[in-house]
């Protein structure tokens, strides 16, 4: 096993903000939908909501995510 330095810590570190600095809106909309469902089913878990409450809340969230990549900000050619 090797043992990495902290240069190299750091490095990998800088190397995962640029992946994540590199995505696009449209990418950053593709990840915000599933994430609002599965914030939907843990907060229906933990909270004392229903499960359908939740999931409405996950659809608008998901919905307004589409509408703001499709309408508000379409993709330009380029």
Request: hydrophobic share 60%; glycine share 4%; aromatic share 8%.
């Given at each position: 096993m090797t043992r990495q330095t902290h240069h190299q810590r750091t490095w990998c570190s800088?190397?995962?903000?640029?992946?994540?600095?590199?995505?696009?809106?449209?990418?950053?909309?593709?990840?915000?939908?599933?994430?609002?469902?599965?914030?939907?089913?843990?907060?229906?878990?933990?909270?004392?909501?229903?499960?359908?409450?939740?999931?409405?809340?996950?659809?608008?969230?998901?919905?307004?995510?589409?509408?703001?990549?499709?309408?508000?900000?379409?993709?330009?050619?380029?």
């Amino acid at each position: 096993m090797t043992r990495q330095t902290h240069h190299q810590r750091t490095w990998c570190s800088i190397e995962r903000f640029m992946v994540l600095a590199s995505l696009s809106r449209y990418d950053l909309v593709l990840w915000a939908i599933p994430a609002a469902f599965l914030l939907a089913f843990v907060a229906s878990n933990a909270l004392a909501i229903g499960v359908q409450t939740a999931l409405v809340g996950a659809a608008l969230v998901g919905a307004l995510a589409v509408a703001d990549a499709v309408a508000l900000n379409p993709p330009r050619p380029s």
